[in-house]
């Protein structure tokens, strides 16, 4: 979950993660990396009706490499499934 005080801090330094011009993808990465206990702050997201990216995904530089290699497993996961989407295997 996201607490906007983990965010806010000044002592904190940001960093960028993930960057699409999918909302629906930044959306469902940010929510990925926030069942992960990584609150992030998104960015380049528009407000209203006719929601337009880019989409930058940002967490603090502590936790950059954990939500990185949560990015990348989710990514390799997709790509097996892709492949063999009925899991059939060789």
Not at 31 to 37: A, N, Y
Not at 63 to 83: C, F, M, P, V, W
């Amino acid at each position: 979950m996201t607490h906007p005080e983990d965010l806010s801090e000044p002592s904190r330094s940001m960093v960028l993660v993930f960057s699409t011009a999918s909302i629906p993808e930044g959306l469902l990465v940010k929510g990925l990396l926030e069942s992960e206990d990584i609150p992030v702050a998104m960015k380049g997201e528009s407000e209203g009706p006719y929601r337009m990216g880019p989409v930058y995904l940002w967490v603090s530089e502590g936790l950059e490499t954990r939500a990185r290699l949560i990015i990348e497993d989710a990514r390799s996961t997709n790509r097996s499934y892709a492949d063999d989407p009925l899991g059939e295997g060789p």
